[in-house]
């Protein structure tokens, strides 16, 4: 059995527990600490700290992120504070705890678990998570391979970004009842059907606590949809379960010598300037 300690850093508080990657359980009571306000990297370090210590954790510990990570780096910072872009957290985070810490975009590991141990169990081909909260996240994923940060709530629809306008928090600043929240997520969602066909979407975030409000009013062309099952567990359940492969860049699957694409063909003379 491999134990890891997931940590999911959210807007409001900072979760962690030791993880049993293998079933994706959780094998101590979740410990939560509320997020210092404006969660500028030095506080929330000491934070990561604290957890790791009350865990005593000896052995890699995953991290979620609510932005782009990409090798290790944060690089956005859509709902937390800016000095976050740019940053080596990976390191700020192995130097506060002493262990090798892996960072991940929070819906990417969302919806790894939930492809794995969730509402995505044993689905093949195309999985597109998406968690609504106080933005939209997206976990992009293929027989069980993620592809990372895909950040899909900042796509541009109706002349803003899907978040802006489909979010849990849009839902509440523009006070609308379930049904016409509903139908926004459902215009976004067929957008996404056209670009990705997914074999099944996952609706996760806070709102998957309250499907039975929503749940009847989403209409897709002709993608499933079911609402996520690991609730506010998937985060530290995938951060925990990329900490074990080292990282969201080293996912891999193995390739078959039968399914590699083939080698690219030389330039045709059509294609030549003469
Ligand atoms: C961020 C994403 C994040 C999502 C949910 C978005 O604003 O850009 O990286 O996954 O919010 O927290």
Do not use: C
Not at 77 to 100: M, P, Y
């Amino acid at each position: 059995m491999s134990v890891i300690l997931g940590i999911d850093i959210g807007g409001s508080g900072i979760k962690g527990a030791p993880v049993d990657t293998a079933s994706g359980k959780l094998l101590k009571e979740r410990h939560r600490i509320p997020t210092p306000e404006g969660a500028h990297p030095d506080a929330v370090k000491g934070v990561v700290a604290e957890l790791a210590k009350h865990f005593g954790v000896d052995g890699p510990i995953g991290v979620t992120f609510p932005g782009i990570v990409q090798h290790g780096r944060t690089l956005s910072a859509a709902n937390v504070d800016k000095a976050w872009i740019g940053l080596d957290a990976d390191a700020l985070f192995t130097e506060a705890t002493g262990q090798a810490v892996h960072l991940i975009n929070d819906a990417d590991a969302a919806g790894l678990a939930e492809a794995r141990f969730g509402a995505g169990a044993g689905v093949n081909g195309t999985v597109l998570v998406l968690t609504f909260g106080t933005g939209i996240g997206s976990a992009l994923i293929h027989n069980g391979v993620l592809v990372p940060n895909t950040e899909l709530g900042h796509l541009w629809l109706r002349d803003r970004e899907a978040e802006d306008w489909a979010s849990d928090r849009a839902r509440e600043r523009d006070d609308l009842n379930w049904k016409q929240w509903s139908k926004r997520v459902s215009t976004y969602l067929q957008h996404l059907e056209l670009l990705f066909s997914p074999d099944l979407f996952i609706i996760g975030g806070g709102v998957s606590k309250k499907a039975d409000k929503w749940q009847e009013h989403i209409k897709l062309e002709r993608s499933r949809f079911v609402p996520a099952k690991l609730l506010n567990e998937a985060g530290i359940v995938g951060a925990a379960m990329m900490a074990q492969e080292g990282g969201p860049e080293a996912q891999q699957q193995e390739i078959s010598p039968t399914s590699q694409s083939p080698a690219p063909k030389p330039a045709s003379k059509a294609g030549k300037k003469k």
